[in-house]
Nanobody, 129 residues
Framework: QVQLVESGGGLVQPGGSLRLSCAAS????????IGWFRQAPGKEREGVSCISGNDGSTYYADSVKGRFTISRDNDKNMVYLEMNALEPEDTAVYYC??????????????????????WGQGTQVTVSS
């Protein structure tokens, strides 16, 4: 069955870095998009970044553009989120999720949670001094 398992969260000081990993199983990464979402206390879950398993196209929310980098390794069925210059506002539970790959350019992607079929359990990221 489809399974997504996140790891790599933790406590980091402002300005620091973390790398999140998402281990995917039960489906072929090549035909899917993998997205990273986050949810802070009292806030709605929001899309942070996603990547095409087919051609590696990427999308980033404006709030993380230039600081976060998403990547994938199809041979290992892994997706990563490198997070740099972390800010307290990045504190949240981070989830990876999957859906069939988007049609068209990733420049116009909208990351709706309802369109993602399978989710991991989440990993906590806390940015604090």
């Amino acid at each position: 069955q489809v399974q997504l398992v996140e790891s790599g969260g933790g406590l980091v000081q402002p300005g620091g870095s973390l790398r999140l990993s998402c281990a995917a199983s039960g489906f072929t990464l090549k035909f899917h998009a993998i997205g990273w979402f986050r949810q802070a206390p009292g806030k709605e879950r929001e899309g942070v970044s996603c990547i095409s398993g087919n051609d590696g196209s990427t999308y980033y929310a404006d709030s993380v553009k230039g600081r976060f980098t998403i990547s994938r390794d199809n041979d290992k069925n892994m997706v990563y989120l490198e997070m740099n210059a972390l800010e307290p506002e990045d504190t949240a539970v981070y989830y990876c999720a999957t859906r069939p790959d988007y049609n068209g350019s990733y420049d116009y992607v909208k990351m709706y949670t309802s369109e993602y079929n399978y989710w991991g359990q989440g990993t906590q990221v806390t940015v604090s001094s």
